[in-house]
């Protein structure tokens, strides 16, 4: 059965009544991770708000296969590229190990991926409203949205759903990207990749304190008008300029000082704000960005050290990297978070934590 109106919900009429909670689709345990049914490094699978209560879900990935407001398109496969891409020989998600920490986070968390979210193909703006309502389905439930587009058109959607749920002023967006977002609109277009913070700030009210940027460098933005602009809302921007001066460290540091005044944090992960070096499958790739180095440590530390509600990662398009690193690079960024948020629940105080062992501060002991 499927509903008249758009997003032309499917309510199935076939399958038997079920009990609600999550649904693990493996078949075989330890099996290649080209196979089976492509959910999120296998995890089970939500389909509505029951499933995600009954399971105790704290993290639910969803896609948003939207890419109607780049010139290049193909962001629209990147929630596909970044569930199924991975090539190792196995993907338990259960086996999981953040090599740098010796934390196993989905051994702390109960992580799902929540399907996809409705797009029309044919309207940027008609897929604004089931964005938003598919993110707040999640966070009302207490889990934490982790949104894989797709273009950065659904940062609108996705943080003003959280500052909803959560309370109007209530959340931080900190925003990494080459590109500030800041248009007020593109050739009279006023729904498109280049315009969510503008959107966030005019349409959603959300104060300007509350949106810290972190890797902006390209030369086409911001120009003078919307560099003022972005000065006049009392935005916290972070060049590349300046990580060349002081570090990423420093950086970083600065950055969650920037949120300290805010009680939530959303993440923003435009693909491009990496070097193309680490991310060529994308539609606006600008020389001189972050390492992968840089930016792992970087999200991994906000999840720890903030409180971390919802995060999204955009801007993947895999048909123009043959080499499926800015896939793979985009799904290990979703595991420094998640490892971050695991971190945080089990009470790490020390800021910028690695395994002492790991990192050569002490010795390795013998056994």
Request: aromatic share 8%.
């Amino acid at each position: 059965m499927i509903d008249q109106e758009w997003p032309h919900r499917f309510r199935s009429t076939i399958n038997p009544p079920r009990e609600p909670g999550p649904i693990d689709l493996r078949r075989n345990y330890a099996q290649p991770a080209y196979t089976g049914i492509g959910t999120f490094m296998n995890v089970p699978i939500c389909l509505d708000q029951a499933d995600l209560r009954a399971g105790n879900v704290d993290v639910a990935v969803m896609g948003v296969p939207l890419d109607q407001s780049v010139g290049h398109r193909g962001a629209a496969f990147g929630p596909r590229a970044i569930r199924t891409e991975e090539r190792y020989l196995f993907n338990n998600y259960e086996d999981f190990v953040h090599s740098a920490t010796r934390v196993r986070p989905f051994q702390l968390l109960k992580v799902v991926d929540y399907g996809d979210a409705p797009v029309d193909t044919f309207s940027n703006e008609r897929s604004m409203p089931p964005i938003r309502e598919m993110v707040k389905e999640i966070a009302e439930t207490g889990a934490v949205p982790i949104v894989l587009g797709g273009d950065h058109t659904l940062l609108w959607p996705s943080a003003a759903a959280l500052n909803e749920v959560h309370g109007a002023g209530s959340v931080a967006v900190v925003h990494f990207d080459a590109h500030p977002d800041c248009h007020a609109e593109v050739h009279g277009n006023k729904v498109s990749h280049t315009t969510p913070i503008y959107r966030l700030i005019e349409d959603e009210k959300f104060p300007g304190s509350n949106i810290i940027q972190m890797g902006l460098r390209s030369p086409s933005a911001p120009d003078d008008e919307q560099f003022n602009w972005m000065r006049r809302q009392g935005m916290k921007s972070h060049f590349m300029a300046e990580v060349e001066r002081v570090g990423i460290d420093a950086v970083i540091d600065k950055l969650i000082v920037d949120v300290s005044h805010v009680p939530n944090v959303y993440l923003s992960l435009d693909i491009d704000v990496l070097d193309p070096a680490y991310a060529p499958g994308t539609g606006t790739p600008e020389p001189g960005g972050l390492t992968t180095r840089e930016l792992f440590p970087a999200l991994r530390r906000l999840a720890h050290e903030t409180n971390v509600v919802g995060m999204d990662v955009v801007e993947v398009a895999p048909h123009i990297d043959p080499g499926y690193s800015t896939a793979l690079n985009a799904r290990r960024a979703v595991l420094e978070v998640l490892t971050g948020l695991a971190m945080r629940r089990m009470q790490i105080s020390s800021s910028n934590y690695v395994n002492p062992i790991v990192s050569g501060q002490v010795k390795f002991p013998m056994r």
